[in-house]
């Protein structure tokens, strides 16, 4: 393992960089930002939103990368920061639940904003992760057993779709800001079929060959 993949290990680093989006939400505040203080609840909201989101897709390319670079030691190393990585989405989301609840100011008038679906995507998305969450601990892979588990987490994939629809149709983000954020998950998820294809194709012509006469 070399110098780097064995410093992406230490779990303080990666702790301290997950917490970097909540200290550096004091940067606008300390530089007077403008956008700030026109009205902080919106802005923090977004804020919280888009720190969870980064977050969603980073975690979310560990597993392509582990199947296009099956011998990386910088991947594993990522790989090993998978649950820690995968909380803090949780815990993001849920800040920027909070910050909304209040925004709105009661559970009616919250409720009401339900028929409107990027609201609908966000709380839908929101309950998965929750889910996902929750069942992210050793005592939960031992008591779903492991195929269970893995079919549960498979639900990260509606996450994606959700989040993506959830942003793309906010007016200020819309669907090409959205399509940069995404796009590397999307590539990495594309090359990941395409090899995951070229096997299954590489073994039925083994299968075939060796049932052909000879
Ligand atoms: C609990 C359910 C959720 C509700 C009620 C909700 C609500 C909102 C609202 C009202 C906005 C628009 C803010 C504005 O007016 O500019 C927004 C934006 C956003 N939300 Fe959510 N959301 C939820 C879940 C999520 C989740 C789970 C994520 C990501 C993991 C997320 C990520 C975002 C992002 C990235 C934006 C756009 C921020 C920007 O463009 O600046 N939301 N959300």
Redo the contacts with the bound molecule.
Sequence with gaps: MNRFARFLRKRWFIYLLLCTPAFYVFVPIIQSDTEYFADPA?YL??YV??A??YL?VAVSTITPLRRIFPKSSIVKSLAYHRRPIGVS?FIY?LL??LI?YAYTGSWDAFVKDWDKLF?LS??I??AL?LLLAATSNNWSVRKLGGKNWKRIHRLAYLVMLL?IY??AT?E??GYRETAKVFAPLILLQTVRIAIYGKGVLAKQSEIEESNSPS
């Design positions: 919106k909201l977004e939103g888009l969870a989101t969603f989405v989301a920027h639940f909304y609201i966000g709380i998305g929101f992760l989040l959830h942003q906010q200020k983000t």
